[in-house]
C-alpha cells in the first residue's frame, strides 16, 4: 500500500526513480528520457509544483558531422547497422530533503540540488544547487541564500527530515518558525534526549 510515510521506487527506462518519504507533486513530474539509464533520487519532505520536468535525454554527439540520430530514428527508411552512435547521457538528478521546486521548473540531467533549496518557478537548473540556496531564472542562478551560513549549517547538522516520525509530528510547529541558532540548538537537545532516552530504556529491556 503506497502512503505518504513509505519511500516510492519505481523504472524510468532502464534507470530507476527513488522518491523519500512525505514527498508531494511528484505525481506530476514529468520525466523525459531515452534509455539511457540515468537514475533520479528525490529526497523526503519535498514539494514539486505542477509541470515542473527532469530532462534525462542523452546529449547529441557534437564531434559528428550531424547530431541527427541516425540509427535510432526512421531505421526503417535510413538504416541502423553501422550507422548508429552512442550518445553521451547526461547523469544521475539527485534531489535533496525539504526541496521546494516550482511549477514548470526544469531540471537538467546530472544536476545535483540540496538539501532546503528553493528553485523558482519556471527556472531552468543546468548546474548544481547548494543547500538552502534560492535559484531562478533561465538560465538559473543563484539568487540568495535562504539564512546566513550558521543557521545554513545547523539545520544540516538536524537534518530533521531522518528523524522519526512522533518526533517530527510533536516539532512540526518549531519547524514552521524563523529559524535561529537558538532554535535549532533547541531542537537538536530535543533530539539527543530523546536518543539518550531510547538507549536507556533499551539497555533496561535487555537487563
Known sequence: MVTPENPKTAPIGNGQLDIGRFTHGYEGLDIQEQGGGANVSIGAFCSIGRG????????????????????????????????????QGGGDVVIGNDVWIGANATVLAGVTIGNGAVIGPNAT?????GPYEVWAGNPAQMVRKRFDDTVCGKLQELRWWDLPLPLIQEMAPLLSAQPTVELIEGLQGIVADLVTFTDQEAAGSAA
Open 125 to 129: 537548473v543546468t548546474c548544481d544547487v
Open 52 to 87: 515542473a520536468t527532469i530532462l534525462l535525454d542523452a546529449s547529441p554527439a557534437l564531434d559528428r558531422i550531424t547530431a541527427f540520430p541516425f540509427g535510432e530514428v526512421f531505421t526503417g527508411e535510413l538504416g541502423s547497422a553501422g550507422v548508429h552512435v552512442p550518445r
